[in-house]
């Protein structure tokens, strides 16, 4: 099983962790059946920004981006070469280590 390495995040993991998931599990759903309570405003269906991760090492071995989901990191806060939305990003047998920006796009946890 890949293992997923999270970088320290002040809010969600601040000393850092490392979870393992199967291959075909989305970065995501790792994280959340870790306890690590990654924002997921959509649920998961590509359609916000707030799962937003950028990819530090293992980025290739994830499985490729789709039109929508490039379209929706555009709007992400801190885009970056490897940024991916966690709910798009498939493990593959690869470990990957990932960066959970500190800011995201929630309308909702800002009380907008």
Same mark, same amino acid.
């Given at each position: 099983?890949?293992?997923?390495?999270?970088? !320290?995040? !002040?809010?969600?993991?601040?000393?850092?962790?490392?979870?393992?998931?199967?291959?075909?599990?989305?970065?995501?759903?790792?994280? *959340?059946? +870790? @306890?690590?309570?990654?924002? /997921?405003?959509? $649920?998961?269906?590509?359609?916000?920004?707030?799962? /937003?991760?950028?990819? %530090?090492?293992?980025? +290739? &071995? *994830?499985?490729?981006?789709? $039109? @929508?989901?490039?379209?929706?990191? $555009?709007?992400?806060?801190?885009?970056?070469? @490897?940024? %991916?939305?966690?709910?798009?990003?498939? *493990?593959?047998?690869?470990?990957?280590?990932?960066?959970?920006?500190?800011? &995201?796009? +929630? /309308?909702?946890?800002?009380? /907008?």
């Amino acid at each position: 099983m890949p293992i997923i390495k999270i970088l !320290p995040h !002040p809010e969600y993991c601040p000393q850092g962790a490392q979870v393992s998931a199967p291959a075909g599990t989305s970065i995501c759903e790792a994280l *959340l059946e +870790n @306890n690590i309570p990654i924002e /997921h405003a959509c $649920d998961m269906v590509c359609a916000c920004t707030t799962c /937003h991760v950028i990819v %530090r090492e293992g980025f +290739n &071995s *994830l499985n490729e981006l789709d $039109d @929508n989901e490039e379209d929706l990191l $555009d709007r992400a806060w801190g885009l970056e070469p @490897n940024s %991916r939305l966690s709910c798009q990003a498939i *493990l593959a047998q690869q470990d990957v280590t990932i960066e959970i920006p500190k800011y &995201s796009i +929630n /309308h909702a946890k800002e009380k /907008h």
